[in-house]
């Protein structure tokens, strides 16, 4: 407080001093107005941004990396060294782990271990076409193998050649296997099998695609080329079958129709109604119908060359989804009668070819079995099932006699069909009543009165066909003379003997018999009629029309 007042003090004895102001800062002072003058802008100096450089790494730090590197690359080959040192000293004396030879692991197998597993499993070979596959013993084939000499090079895999060590202990190595080649055997299997091998081209065709008809593309088939596969097999068999499987030399096979547009009006009209297959049972006489709707058929639909048809080309159908169709329907067959497949697509085909939509098959049937009743014999069961005894007995060994409760053979009914059947037409011979009846279309054509065989010599009944138009058949047993002959059937296998139709018989040139018998049983197994029905029955009924007798 002293200080501060000291110091007041002090400055209350000096004297007061005016402040000057400049002119300017002086009050009513008025500055001088500048003249006006436009001076340059200096232009502005443009900035650069240097790039920042991260600073180098230290030497030190780069040798601290190599050496790193360097560690864990030596520790890994220590590493695989001592693994691969590890399985060989396993491995001593067996074949390595990873050997197989012709598609057949031997590892950890010894030299006397591997010969005897490939004796039994290289048995079998894979045939390929890079599509499919095929398994053929490789006896068949004409291939064997030397599993002695193939089980010692598969030994030596990672010890003679130590490139390969690695492989063969961890990984896989496939050994050559030593084989030998018949290639005459080989040949004949690739030969006979060479269908089963083959793919079949696909003609251009025709489709129903929403409501309109198009055409469908053509597809290249494949064949089997029998000398280039051996050829190749024979360069280096080793190589060729190393792992077990021959690869098939394949040939590309060009369609016959590569365009079907000439057919596409044809199928248009065809499409207009469903495929109706005709199932015709001759034994029985009945029909069935499998109806194939246009869009399901229509895709079944080719074209093949035909040089008699002005297009050069014929509407038909693929083979493949037509058998597809049948075997499916024909789960409806009682297991006593079947399809020939082949036969049934051949007529499927034939009627589009000629533009129809109503073919038909016929129903085969298979050998039965029959069990000897109470009061049986061969003559009375043939009578009953419908053919000559000795038939019957020919197909059981030539047997004379049956026993109660024995199972016998009764042969296909087919056996007395061997021309192609005709749905359509169909004659009916009553034993019992003495009649024939024609039938065609299913309505009765013609009634007629007629005579059978005797007693001693019958008429058999069954189901049969014409087989056979003589205009004058002569009977040598009887010294008959038998006008408008057709022969039915053969009452004694393999003989030249026919029973059949024909009209009133002559005897010596000049006799004419039975003129006054129709109706009764006056031939010696024949079918008597008038000669003027048999004229007419004889122009009418050619070979292959049914003729069912009855008992």
């Not at 230290?58 to 990396?65: F, L, M, P, Q």
């Not at 202990?169 to 030593?178: H, N, Y």
């Amino acid at each position: 407080m002293q200080q501060r007042r000291a110091y007041s003090q002090a400055q209350a004895t000096q004297p007061i001093r005016v402040r000057q102001y400049p002119p300017q800062q002086q009050q009513g002072y008025r500055p001088p107005q500048p003249v006006p003058y436009a001076y340059p802008v200096p232009p502005r100096p443009t900035q650069r941004i240097q790039p920042k450089v991260a600073p180098r790494a230290k030497a030190s730090n780069k040798r601290v990396y190599l050496w790193l590197a360097a560690g864990a690359a030596a520790f890994m080959l220590m590493s695989c060294a001592a693994f691969t040192l590890g399985l060989g000293l396993v491995y001593g004396r067996g074949i390595l782990p990873g050997v197989s030879a012709g598609g057949v692991s031997l590892g950890g197998l010894s030299q006397t271990e591997a010969p005897q597993k490939l004796a039994s499993e290289w048995n079998l070979l894979r045939l390929t076409d890079g599509q499919r596959s095929w398994r053929y013993t490789a006896a068949d084939l004409g291939i064997s193998l030397d599993a002695s000499a193939t089980a010692q090079q598969a030994y030596e895999q990672g010890r003679s050649d130590l490139a390969n060590v690695f492989g063969a202990l961890i990984g896989r190595v496939e050994t050559q296997p030593i084989i030998h080649v018949d290639t005459a055997a080989l040949e004949n299997t690739l030969i006979t099998n060479a269908d089963q091998f083959s793919q079949a081209p696909v003609n251009a065709g025709v489709k129903l695609e929403n409501g309109q008809v198009t055409t469908t593309p053509p597809q290249n088939g494949r064949s089997l080329d029998v000398a280039a596969t051996i050829a190749r097999l024979q360069q280096d068999s080793g190589t060729a079958l190393a792992n077990g499987r021959l690869e098939l030399v394949m040939q590309a096979v060009a369609p016959a129709v590569s365009d079907a547009s000439p057919m596409v009006e044809q199928a248009r009209r065809l499409l207009t109604s469903p495929l109706d297959i005709r199932i015709f049972d001759p034994i029985t006489g009945d029909s069935v119908y499998w109806s194939a709707q246009p869009d399901q058929w229509a895709n079944w639909l080719t074209a093949d060359p035909d040089p008699t048809s002005p297009t050069g080309l014929a509407l038909t159908t693929n083979d493949a989804p037509v058998r597809a169709y049948l075997a499916a329907q024909s789960a409806v067959l009682d297991a006593t009668r079947y399809l020939n497949y082949d036969e049934a697509v051949s007529n499927v085909q034939q009627a589009i070819r000629e533009g129809r939509t109503n073919p038909y098959t016929r129903v085969y049937h298979h050998d039965s079995q029959y069990v000897v009743q109470p009061g049986d014999t061969i003559t009375s069961i043939a009578w009953d099932v419908g053919q000559p005894y000795l038939y019957i007995q020919q197909a059981n060994g030539d047997i004379n006699s049956v026993s109660v409760g024995q199972s016998i053979t009764i042969p296909s009914p087919d056996n007395y069909l061997p021309y192609a059947v005709n749905p359509d037409k169909r004659i009916v011979v009553s034993i019992s009543q003495q009649h024939t009846w024609v039938y065609e279309n299913g309505q009765i054509k013609w009634d007629w009165a007629a005579s059978t065989g005797i007693p001693d010599s019958p008429t058999w009944p069954g189901i049969y066909q014409i087989i056979s138009h003589k205009p004058n058949a002569y009977a040598g047993n009887w010294d008959l003379w038998m006008p408008h002959f057709m022969g039915v059937y053969q009452p004694i296998p393999g003989a030249d003997f026919t029973n059949g139709f024909h009209g009133f018989p002559t005897r010596g040139g000049w006799q004419l018999l039975w003129t006054n018998s129709l109706g009764t049983k006056v031939t010696y197994g024949c079918i008597l009629l008038s000669n003027e029905n048999a004229e007419l029955l004889y122009n009418w009924a050619e070979e292959g029309i049914i003729v069912e007798i009855q008992p």
